[in-house]
């Protein structure tokens, strides 16, 4: 059973780095074709998708943010982090984690989800 | 640019009804399309991969087709617990986008 789980502050303020924590269970970072995706979505508002990072360290930024993106993963402990710097109040958004597989060719993009953490940018 | 335009926006509709949503691509993005619900406070919920695929354990009511540029998903048979927003995804073409979503309500 695949679970992921999102950690991170709740609040941060104009100008910080959010830094948030996936752990995730019932698959391997280190299995081929896996990765762990990052997605945004403002209050009432569509998704945005932000990063992928795949089994092999390869990464995929969405280029809109790509300055201000970075996503890292460490296999043993089945976490990924993502980092997004010069937080604004329009970056207030539910962050989520989502698994991505490649098996017997066919891609499964973001199967399983997070439940998400709200970061709210403000002073 | 790429652009992803799912239409309609908002759509009511009554219990037993067929319920149809679009999603058109700007380029061709063969079938690399997923369709999402979501339920307030929840994450997205897959029910179609790969254009027309369902996902495990989703209702078979719920359909997608489409190629290419233009996917449709259908609701065949409205039921109460279908009250929700739905959106597209294509992840075909970097960045992958999703659709604005359809809400749906009932009539």
């Known amino acids: 059973q695949i679970t992921l789980r999102e950690s991170g502050p709740t609040l941060v303020k104009p100008t910080q780095t959010l830094t948030v924590t996936c752990n995730f269970s019932g698959f391997s970072l280190d299995t081929g074709g896996v990765g762990v995706g990052w997605i945004r979505q403002p209050p009432g508002k569509a998704p945005e998708w932000l990063a992928l990072i795949y089994w092999d360290d390869d990464k995929r930024l969405n280029p809109s943010l790509e300055n201000r993106l970075s996503v890292s993963k460490d296999t043993s402990k089945n976490q990924v982090v993502l980092m997004m710097t010069n937080m604004d109040p329009v970056d207030t958004a539910t962050y989520y984690c989502?698994?991505?597989?490649?098996?017997?060719?066919?891609?499964?993009?973001?199967?399983?989800w997070g439940q998400g953490v709200l970061v709210t940018v403000s002073s | 640019d790429f652009q992803m335009t799912q239409s309609p926006s908002s759509l009511s509709a009554s219990l037993g009804d067929r319920v149809t949503i679009t999603c058109q691509a700007s380029q061709d993005i063969t079938i690399y399309l997923n369709w999402y619900q979501q339920k307030p406070g929840n994450p997205p919920r897959l029910l179609i991969y790969?254009?027309?695929n369902l996902e495990l354990g989703v209702p078979s009511r719920f359909s997608g087709s489409g190629s290419g540029t233009v996917f449709t998903f259908t609701i065949s048979s409205l039921q109460p617990e279908d009250i929700a927003t739905y959106y597209c995804?294509?992840?075909?073409?970097?960045?992958?986008?999703f659709g604005q979503g359809t809400k749906l309500d009932l009539k």
């Open positions: 995804l294509q992840y075909d073409v970097l960045p992958y986008s």
């Open positions: 989502a698994h991505r597989s490649h098996v017997w060719g066919t891609y499964h993009y973001f199967d399983h």
């Open positions: 790969d254009a027309s």
